[in-house]
């Protein structure tokens, strides 16, 4: 490869790594706040629609130091659900959060239009040979 290339490769390899201006970046301090309110706040952010148990009752800390990407809001509201022992599972449009232990026992494609269901937290199981 010549070195124009390998100039134009690493150009392009950088722009990429780069944020799009058009995404906004926001603040996440949320200190013993309620998980309703979190949640809500979330789902303005990303236009997502949550279900939440009522058993998900609580208090919840999400704090940044500094702006992130609005996309990463969600990802981050998971991993906070996920401490606090409550898991989110998608569905149809919605995601639905409840406790953990009954989002394992979710069942895709009971009660679902198509079948389709994403639960988070997913976990690795390795096939025994």
Request: charged share 20%.
């Amino acid at each position: 490869m010549n070195w124009f290339a390998r100039w134009v490769l690493c150009g392009v390899l950088v722009v990429s790594a780069m944020p799009s201006r058009a995404e906004e970046m926001i603040s996440l301090n949320f200190v013993n706040a309620d998980i309703e309110e979190v949640i809500r706040a979330v789902s303005q952010i990303t236009q997502r629609n949550f279900l939440v148990d009522p058993r998900v009752k609580g208090n919840i800390n999400i704090v940044s130091a500094t702006p992130i990407p609005a996309g990463l809001a969600y990802d981050t509201l998971l991993s906070a659900l996920r401490l606090q022992g409550f898991a989110a599972v998608e569905s149809n449009g919605v995601t639905k959060v409840m406790p953990e232990a009954d989002g394992k026992l979710y069942i895709p494609g009971i009660g679902e239009k198509n079948g389709s269901v994403t639960a988070r937290p997913c976990k690795n199981i390795s096939k025994s040979a």
